[in-house]
């Protein structure tokens, strides 16, 4: 088990870069925030301001949350004593309790006056629970041909707000690694992208932010997360007037070894930058990206692939 040191193993420790960096409790005001910031002047307004709302509303749900009940003790003892997360979504999915906080986000929820967002939450709110199983174990699982695309938002934001919430509420969470070094410790979700961090113990760490849970990893910097290789990988960015290229705040780590890359956010360079909405704010770098060939294997539950 990882958390007992022998006591050659605690100079080690002592030095070896932190885990686990866990998100805020107020991680969707700040996403919230940072989207409206985006808004102003952006192609993609509408879009953002619309998810902005959502995250607002997530926020809502996860201060006052519909249920207190967090994961069961004894999983989460036996997962942790296996190395394995304990808030697997491959298995919880199908367990349905994260089905009180998607009803809890439609009941606050109040939909702008766009027929394609009202018609979107009649359908969720109008669903059988198996229905909506169905569709969110698609979700979790990538299949996204399997859910209809305006709902994948809505339903995403309420997968990340009963996880968020099922992370935030379990202390003392002792987390391993994943099978590959894209994938969650909490939820063995994959990441949605990576944050350069550039203060205090985290300072100039890589840490990758899981697509479901929010929860934050360390993975070192200059390898895929993919293929792990460090091979000729190269660092792209949109232009912007406002950085030279080396200096963008948002960079795709590019690897040409397994044809895919990761967005990195680089908080030196845009210290208020925020994972979800930097992703969701930089959506031409991946139809650039996509144009030549490399695939995105990074999901964001707030968009559907090819919906922008
Ligand atoms: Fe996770
Ligand atoms: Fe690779």
Redesign the pocket.
């Known amino acids: 088990m990882a958390t007992i040191l022998e006591p050659g193993e605690i100079e080690a420790a002592a030095s070896s870069p932190p885990f686990l960096h866990l998100p805020p409790h107020n991680l969707f005001t700040l996403r919230a925030q940072r989207l409206e910031q985006l808004a102003d002047g952006h192609p993609l307004a509408e879009y953002l301001r619309l998810i902005a709302g959502l995250c607002r509303v997530q926020q809502q749900v996860l201060d006052d949350p519909p249920s207190a009940e967090v994961v069961d003790q004894q999983r989460l003892e036996l997962c942790q004593q296996h190395g394995l997360?304990p808030?697997a979504?491959d298995t919880l999915i199908r367990e349905d309790d994260w089905q009180a906080w998607l009803e809890a986000l439609l009941q606050r929820y109040s939909p702008p006056q766009q027929p394609a967002v009202v018609e979107a939450i009649t359908t969720l709110r109008t669903a059988s629970a198996g229905q909506l199983r169905a569709w969110a174990v698609a979700l979790v699982s990538g299949q996204y041909s399997l859910v209809p695309a305006a709902l994948v938002p809505f339903l995403g934001a309420a997968l990340q707000t009963a996880?968020s919430h099922w992370?935030l509420s379990t202390p003392n969470l002792q987390l391993t690694p994943g099978n590959s070094l894209s994938q969650?410790p909490?939820?063995?979700?994959p990441a949605m992208a990576g944050v350069i961090r550039h203060r205090g113990k985290h300072n100039g760490l890589r840490y990758l932010v899981?697509s479901?849970?929010?929860?934050e990893w360390h993975v070192v910097r200059v390898k895929c997360v993919y293929c792990e290789s460090s091979k000729g990988l190269d660092y792209l960015s949109l232009e912007d007037d406002r950085y030279a290229a080396n200096q963008a705040p948002l960079r795709a780590e590019v690897c040409p070894g397994c044809n895919s890359y990761l967005k990195l956010v680089y908080l030196e360079n845009d210290a208020d930058a925020e994972a979800l909405s930097a992703d969701l704010g930089s959506l031409l770098l991946d139809m650039r990206l996509a144009q030549d060939g490399y695939q995105r294997l990074a999901p964001n539950l707030l968009l559907a692939p090819g919906d922008e």
């Open positions: 997360p808030f979504a996880w992370l969650c909490a939820c063995g979700s899981c479901l849970c929010a929860c």
